[in-house]
Structures are given as C-alpha cells and as structure tokens.
C-alpha cells in the first residue's frame, strides 16, 4: 500500500482504501484478506467523486452515496462527532479545481458533506497551499 495507508495501518487505524489504478487491486485486496477487517478497499478515487455528468458513474468515479453505503457509515447531525476522516495527496493535475469542489461542496452540505461534519487531512501542493 501507499505511504498513507501504511501508516494508518500501522497506527491501528481501520482503513477505507479507495484505489483508482486497477492494476494494484489485487495486491491491495490480498492485503485486505489478511488484515481481519482493518483494511476494505474499493477501486474508486475520492477526487472523481460525485461528477457533474449525468448518466451512468463509471469506476473509478463514483458517487459519495454508494461509497458512503459501502463503509457503512450513516448521516449524522453537524453538531455530532465526525463519522469520517479522510486522508489523501491530491493529484496536482487538478488540484486547483478538486479544491474547489470540495469548498463549493462544503458551502452547500452536498457531495461528502452530507453526512456530516467530515476531516479533511489532504496533502496539497505548495503553490496550491500559497
């Protein structure tokens, strides 16, 4: 697995790994078998989330509510604890437009927002974060 996800497993952490290159599935799901339940991976990517186009959402894009379905969590008040973090690098191909989907997504409680108050730890570039 990747440096993050690494990580996270080694802290103890149960992971929700979304890969968007099929040609690590099998090594991340043989991965997921031998964890007991620590690790769930889902060949998706977190920043094709919820696409603007209508029709069919071919992987890896996808919709928040499927993925949210799959892991199992649920929407909760904005007053309650936080039912996701979320830990990620963005692409910096489009890194300036991911972010601001997220922030318009943010503003109107749609998209991952909809279930909640949800932790952002994203790894950004610094021209980006400038």
């Known amino acids: 697995p990747g ?5 996270l497993l080694n802290a103890g952490v149960r992971v929700v790994a979304l890969e968007s290159n099929s040609a690590f ?7 997921e078998n031998s964890l007991d339940g620590q690790l769930k991976v889902i060949y998706g990517d977190f920043f094709r989330l919820d696409p603007l186009a209508n029709g069919t959402v071919k992987p890896p894009a996808m919709c928040s509510d499927n993925l949210f379905e799959t892991m199992g969590v649920a929407a909760v008040p904005w007053r309650a604890d936080v039912p996701v973090k979320i830990f990620g690098i963005l692409p910096q191909k489009r890194e300036r437009n991911i972010l601001w989907r ?3 997504a943010l503003y109107e409680c749609s998209s991952i927002y909809r279930y909640g108050r949800v932790e952002l730890n994203i790894f950004i570039s610094e021209k980006q974060y400038k």
Not at 3 to 7: G, I, N, Q, W, Y
Not at 25 to 31: A, G, M, Q, R, Y
């Open 102 to 104: 997220l922030v318009f």
């Open 3 to 7: 440096v993050l996800t690494r990580t």
């Open 25 to 31: 599935l099998p090594n991340l799901e043989s991965l």
